[in-house]
């Protein structure tokens, strides 16, 4: 069974504007740990954004957001105010003890 | 900076070579992981380690072996490469079990191509 699940392969948003990338997972464990990576055309993995499983309040930083519905099991990412520079493949992964999994990725791609 | 770096960052190999992936960090991390990734599946664990001369299975572990001797180093072996095998594979540290305050960080990956 998947582990993590993103549903969206691809998503366009309009320059400026925020967009949702959906993550669900599943998971038994009561303590993990939810990331989000960017991975542009060049192909190195970039840390965005990391919630835990413990943590009341939902994670940000700068732009990006987690939208944390943990009996949902569920942990959006929300980018605020798109860039150009946004365009990418978004990954979202959970860590149970020291395995980590990932999903297969939303390309997102920012439109002028 | 060098961070984590990996050698070498391409190699095509036949069927039934061996091959040894190196993967380096100078950051003094504990924790190194190799991944590889295909096309529409995005990262899958292969086999990681929690401190010098420990490993551990992964998601994905068969055909692949590691080693890791010397903190600073994770090795990742193919005995016998198989076209199944063709990927690209990153290999990722951290101080410790990941979180927020110590996430993963990853390599420019390896391009490995078997025929």
């Known amino acids: 069974a998947q582990k993590i699940t993103q549903t969206q392969p691809g998503m366009f948003v309009q320059e400026k504007e925020a967009v949702t990338l959906d993550c669900t997972y599943d998971t038994s464990d009561p303590s993990y740990g939810l990331f989000w990576y960017k991975q542009p055309s060049s192909g190195e993995m970039i840390f965005l954004i990391y919630?835990?499983?413990?943590?009341?309040q939902n994670a940000t930083e700068g732009r990006y957001s987690l939208n944390f519905q943990k009996a949902r099991k569920s942990a959006n990412l929300v980018i605020s105010a798109s860039q150009l520079g946004d365009s990418a493949m978004y990954f979202c992964a959970m860590r149970e003890g020291n395995d980590m999994r990932f999903g297969a990725g939303t390309r997102l791609t920012v439109k002028p | 900076n060098a961070g984590v770096t990996q050698t070498p960052k391409f190699r095509v190999l036949k069927t039934g070579q061996s091959m040894t992936l190196l993967c380096a960090q100078d950051?003094?991390?504990?924790?190194m992981y190799w991944y590889r990734q295909d096309p529409g599946m995005g990262l899958r664990l292969i086999h990681y380690?929690?401190?010098?001369?420990?490993?551990a299975k992964g998601e994905v572990p068969d055909g692949y072996n590691v080693s890791r001797l010397k903190k600073q180093n994770f090795l990742l072996g193919l005995e016998s490469a198989a076209p199944s095998q063709t990927s690209v594979y990153f290999c990722?540290?951290?101080?410790?079990?990941?979180?927020?305050?110590?996430?993963?960080?990853f390599g420019d990956g390896t391009r490995l191509s078997i025929l």
């Open positions: 380690s929690v401190g010098e001369g420990t490993t």
């Open positions: 990722a540290s951290s101080f410790s079990r990941p979180n927020s305050n110590q996430p993963q960080h």
């Open positions: 919630q835990g499983s413990y943590d009341q």
């Open positions: 950051m003094n991390h504990e924790y």
